[in-house]
């Protein structure tokens, strides 16, 4: 699977929108952009995914680039419980590939 | 529906023993992953299943560590001998792979710890 790229860390006020962006400049053109997030404690959870256009759910909100090398996860309104570490990961569609995780982007909500 | 399962949800063993993780998938789910996560090499996946049949196990660390899955709703995670460098939080994961256009979304359980002193 090609590889992503994100900061180590961001900070938010709660109840303020947040944008996690994610690069992944060695996309091909079936690989999926998924994200998903690991509460502290917990194991982790899906919370998005996309292929080319953007996507909302419940959750959360994905914006992928036109040229599909970066994209951004959109939390709307933080609240503390949304403090995780938040996985931008790439899979091959069709494939039963690996779920390969980074490091991650760890995200603080300030009260 | 109960999510992933695992089991124990801890463990403390002494070095040179045996320890087995337990994991029952969501019903209907056919592919089942084994991550292990430490501090220093964050979530490293072990082992999959597609249908029963391991497909990849390059994952695996070394002899010591075994992984079945003996029928669609039970897996295992076997570490024999132990060694204190296998602390380490196991995660079990599950999805619903159809071999299709879609991609997979995995359901995580919440995971063992596993001490080894």
């Known amino acids: 699977d090609a590889k992503t790229t994100q900061p180590n860390s961001m900070e938010s006020n709660e109840e303020e929108p947040v944008h996690l962006p994610c690069n992944h400049s060695t996309i091909s053109g079936t690989d999926y952009i998924h994200w998903y997030r690991q509460l502290p404690s917990q194991g982790p959870e899906y919370v998005i995914h996309g292929l080319t256009s953007n996507v909302n759910n419940r959750m959360a909100s994905l914006a992928i680039a036109e040229d599909r090398k970066s994209s951004t996860l959109i939390l709307h309104r933080a609240t503390l419980r949304d403090a995780a570490v938040y996985y931008c990961i790439l899979i091959r569609g069709g494939a039963n590939s690996k779920l390969t995780f980074g490091k991650g982007i760890t995200l603080s909500v300030r009260p | 529906d109960a999510g992933v399962i695992q089991s124990p949800r801890h463990e403390v063993t002494e070095m040179g023993q045996e320890v087995t993780l337990r994991c029952k998938p969501i019903s209907g789910h056919n592919s089942l992953f084994w991550y292990r996560q430490t501090m220093m090499r964050g979530l490293e996946l072990l082992i999959y299943?597609?249908?029963?049949?391991?497909?990849?196990d390059s994952g695996m660390p070394e002899d010591r560590f075994s992984a079945k899955m003996p029928n669609a709703s039970f897996s295992t995670l076997k570490i024999q001998p132990s060694e204190p460098r296998d602390s380490a939080v196991y995660f079990c994961a599950s999805t619903r792979w159809t071999g299709g256009a879609g991609a997979n979304v995995l359901t995580f359980g919440a995971g063992s710890r596993l001490t080894v002193l």
């Open positions: 299943f597609n249908n029963n049949v391991p497909i990849d």
